[in-house]
């Protein structure tokens, strides 16, 4: 049926409600035509239809200068089959109000005859003004104003005003907007994770994608353009489907609904559909975080200029740039990359650059994604360590983690970096006891696994089998053992050794085992608990697997987690550790190697530190940490830990791992020397010489620099910006880990100076640090002290617990609330 048709179709019933249902029924009902073709069609038939009336009814009523104008969704031409229709009756002011009266009564009985809902006004342009002026919903109707019938050049001047004011107004009215937005998300959740989500008011519907056209209409902002007319399409399509099938004015796509609504666009099945509409909204959500940084931004540039110019007479400087990793900056509240940085000849630059964000708790700017998109070359297969520790570093920076994400995934960063998220991408989880889908679902496990990262001996290997412990979904069979196979692929492409692979694969594997049990299965049946023991293998791993567990089932719902069902866990997690505890001793460490003799002898013979800077190269470091390795020998006295540890933070050195350990030397030379290997990296820039960390520990060991003030000069001079919200600092007394020593265990949020602070409180708890272990993956600090008392024994149980506290005391003092 063409326009035309739609036309004649509509004369034939002489204007009469009859004949325009009839063509109505049959348009809807044609199935050779759907989508923007029919809405189309039926927005000029119904055109067409109100046009006689008005003509008719001015003709009678003696009215001129006045107009017929479709407003909102209808002056869109987005007319669905249950839409209402928005009209505003518009008149110049010279009718009197009884003719005015009867010709409204001759439009709008006709169409509440038919059971058609219509909202309707009767207004002059300067009412029509003045009420968009009171009521932003107004205004937003009238920018979608479209000419029906009656006086043309009255709807034009109409349309023109308003757009004037708009883009006059776009200052004040913006903020409202976005404000309108944000409380509307806030009542009817996300579309792109909702189960029965509503088409048009949901974060990422249709109400969204309105909003955005009067931001681009205001030229103070723009949306960004992709996909953007595709995403509103799909979602309209899916209204005139839902329409259609429940033959109501519905807007949520309620689970009942949803095979017949599939089968009516010709889907495959309801999670095809369910799957489509998530990637619509998740097109219009993330174009709306775009849009309204932009308007932010543009906003705070307007009311900045006028103080900047009467400061500085006119000129304005270049905006501020903060260094926050290689290659990486803040400008203006978002994360763009540095001038000098080279997407493509550095790879691991996308996964820097969303860590930094992350951290920082800031977006990450849609010009840097893109061109990361764009330029930057795929990482070699295994990934170099740096892509490994910054990806486990962008998963443990918490919430934040989440809009960052989302950055990288609208502009297929993430499937570039992890292929097998295709399948898992915005794929629907019809179960109510779900909140997400299953990407989101594993995104927010990650998020949820951030906040436990201090219970666990390997934070890393919780976090990323966080994300990927849910990634078998959409393969057929059980998802947990189609997922083991495709995480012990994903971990060794990332990086992982042999036996975090392992790890890695088994928690993904029984990621539902202990959940599954503990609420299933008797926990005083021997059977069950050696079950789970065989199933884990390590006390290690069921570690990782209880923390995992309990984040998982936060990440699903309300309804997946209690305090019932965590003591459940709890007991069981017990049981099966008491099973496991015949682990084997801790081998004995191995002998030094002769470039440490070699220092070791040198500090012995000159009384003070000697060190070496160097890169390992050799193949056998493959998993160690990133950085380079730094050996300082100094002879054995008071101290050493934490101001060496002073020395390399005022040197912006990040320290990735350490090794402190009391090295006798042979004889004929005799004695003992303070042995300490770093793994260290540069925060941002070059490495300092080996020469100024040398001169610096010198003073420091001989009293004459303040590591203290000189860290606390520059933390008030550039202070770290307070991102992602990091779980309190946890230190504890490891029990029976050692024979001869106290294992002090410190679980912590790294930052510039920690280990400082953490040597500096164990120095004045009075105990001697035997050797440490210091370790640091992703953002967490997880690090070992055997400490001892100043006759070398191991502390008592009591003494020891006052440490921990101590020391945990002075850390959390150090960090304060972020």
């Given amino acids: 049926m063409t326009s035309v048709d739609v036309h004649k179709e509509s004369n034939d019933g002489d204007s009469e409600p009859g004949g325009y249902a009839a063509a109505r029924l049959r348009l809807l009902t044609e199935k050779g035509r759907s989508g923007p073709p029919r809405r189309t069609a039926l927005a000029e038939l119904t055109d067409h239809w109100l046009a006689e009336l008005f003509t008719a009814a001015a003709q009678e009523a003696g009215v001129t200068g006045a107009s017929l104008v479709a407003v909102g969704g209808y002056g869109r031409g987005e007319l669905s089959p249950r ?76 349309r023109t005003t308003v757009l004037a004011d708009w883009r006059n107004l776009a200052p004040r009215r913006l903020p409202e907007l976005d404000e309108m937005c944000r409380e509307r998300a806030q009542r009817q959740g996300e579309l792109q994770y909702l189960l029965e989500g509503d088409l048009k008011e949901a974060r990422g519907g249709l109400r969204d994608a309105t909003a955005l056209r009067a931001v681009a209409a205001s030229w103070l902002a723009d949306a960004p353009r992709e996909g953007l007319a595709d995403a509103g399409r799909r979602l309209l399509d899916v209204r005139d489907a839902l329409h259609l099938c429940t033959g ?46 932009e308007v932010g931004r543009v906003l705070r540039a307007r009311s900045a200029r006028p103080r900047l110019s009467r400061l500085f007479g006119g000129r304005t400087g270049a905006p501020e740039r903060t260094p926050l990793a290689e290659g990486v900056v803040e400008q203006d509240g978002e994360v763009v990359l540095a001038l000098t940085a080279r997407p493509e000849k ?97 995104v927010e496990t990650a998020v949820r696994a951030s906040h436990l990262t201090r219970r666990v001996h390997r934070p890393d290997l919780l976090l990323v089998a966080a994300l990927l412990h849910d990634i078998g979904k959409g393969w057929p069979g059980d998802h947990s053992v189609a997922g083991e196979t495709i ?16 790890v890695i694969a088994t928690l993904v594997r029984h990621h539902l ?117 730094l050996l300082v020998a100094v002879p054995d006295q008071p101290g050493v830990l934490p ?78 910006r307070r991102g992602a919200q990091a779980p309190p600092p946890r230190v504890r007394v490891a029990p029976s880990a050692s024979r001869h020593a106290t294992v002090i265990e410190v679980r912590a949020q790294d930052a510039p100076g920690l280990l400082h602070r953490i040597g500096h409180a164990l120095e004045s708890a009075g105990v001697r640090v035997r050797s440490a272990h210091v370790s640091t993956l992703g953002s967490n600090a997880v690090d070992a002290f055997y400490v001892t008392d100043a006759q070398g024994a191991a502390l008592g149980a009591g003494e020891a617990a006052g440490v921990a506290s101590r020391v945990e005391s002075a850390l959390g003092a150090a960090s304060g609330p972020a």
């Fill in 83 to 158: 839409s209402d229709l928005d009209l505003l009756l518009l008149h110049d002011g010279r009718a009197d109000a009884g003719a005015l009266s009867l010709l409204a009564d001759r439009v709008w009985y006709p169409v509440w005859d038919l059971g058609v809902a219509l909202d309707h006004s009767v207004r002059t342009p300067a009412e029509a003004r003045r009420t968009a002026g009171e009521d932003l919903k107004v205004q937003l109707g009238l920018l979608d104003a479209r000419h029906v019938a009656g006086d043309l050049a009255l709807t034009s001047a109409l």
């Fill in 248 to 293: 109501r004015a519905t807007d949520r796509l309620a689970l009942q609904e949803q095979d017949a609504v599939a089968a009516e666009l010709g889907l495959l099945d309801a999670d095809v559909m369910l799957r489509q509409v998530s990637e619509s909204a998740r097109v219009i959500s993330y174009a709306g975080d775009v849009t309204w940084r």
């Fill in 346 to 442: 550095d790879p691991a630059l996308p996964l820097r650059a969303a860590a930094a964000a992350a951290q920082a708790g800031l977006p990450i700017s849609l010009h840097a994604v893109r061109r990361l998109a764009a330029a930057a070359r795929p990482l070699p297969t295994p990934w170099p360590a740096e892509a490994r520790e910054q990806l486990v570093t962008l998963l443990g920076a918490g919430d934040s983690t989440v809009p960052v994400w989302e950055a990288l995934e609208a502009e297929g960063l993430i499937t570039a970096l992890l292929p097998d998220w295709e399948r898992v991408r915005c794929r629907p989880q019809r179960n109510a006891v779900h909140t997400w889908t299953v990407d989101r679902h594993l």
């Fill in 487 to 502: 995480a012990r692929d994903v971990a060794a492409r990332i990086g992982f050794s042999a036996a975090d692979v392992v």
């Fill in 513 to 629: 085992l202990l959940i599954e049990t503990a609420t299933r299965r008797d926990l005083d049946d021997p059977a069950t608990v050696r079950a789970v023991a065989e199933a884990v293998g390590s006390t290690g791993t069921l570690e990782l697997l209880h923390a995992l567990t309990e984040a998982d089932a936060l990440a699903t719902g309300p309804a997946a987690w209690s305090s019932w069902r965590g003591s459940l866990v709890t007991d069981l997690v017990k049981r099966a550790s008491a099973v496991l505890a015949g682990q084997p001793a801790d081998p004995e460490p191995a002998d030094i190697t002769a470039e440490q003799e070699r220092l070791a002898i040198e500090a012995h013979r000159t009384a003070g530190p000697v060190l070496s800077l160097r890169a390992r190269t050799d193949a056998s470091q493959e998993h160690e940490p990133l950085g380079v390795e």
């Fill in 643 to 720: 101001l060496t540890a002073g020395v390399l933070a005022l040197h912006r050195l990040t320290v990735r791992a350490a090794d402190l350990r009391t090295v006798e030397l042979p004889d004929p030379v005799g004695g003992s020397v303070l042995l300490l290997d770093w793994r260290v990296a540069a925060a941002y820039g070059s490495l300092p010489q080996a020469a100024r960390l040398r001169a610096d520990l010198v003073r420091a060991l001989a009293g004459f620099l303040d590591i203290e003030a000189r860290l606390a000069e520059r933390e008030a001079a550039y202070p770290r």
